[in-house]
């Protein structure tokens, strides 16, 4: 298991807003199945925030369809660089 200790950052990633940059990241809970982490971020505009991250080895993803298509939401997943528009 990870301490929990304070790790410093810098990677970089893009929003539709611009890039955030990862100060700092630190582990606040671990378990062998998941862990989470805290990212101090900077967002555009200098505008500094924590961001929560889940990590797991394995996950499952569902999508809900229907005869007209595919319905998903607007979002952006900065740890893992994705970034969905909602269009099906």
Request: proline content about 6%.
């Amino acid at each position: 298991m990870l301490d929990g200790s304070l790790q410093r950052g810098g990677e970089v990633s893009v929003a539709d807003d611009g890039p955030i940059i990862v100060r700092a990241s630190r582990v606040v809970y671990e378990n062998p199945w998941m862990r989470v982490r805290e990212d101090a971020i900077v967002r555009t505009g200098g505008v500094e925030g924590i961001y929560g991250v889940v990590e797991k080895p394995d996950f499952a993803l569902v999508i809900p369809m229907d005869a007209g298509g595919v319905w998903l939401v607007e979002q952006h997943r900065y740890p893992v660089g994705w970034h969905h528009s909602g269009h099906n």
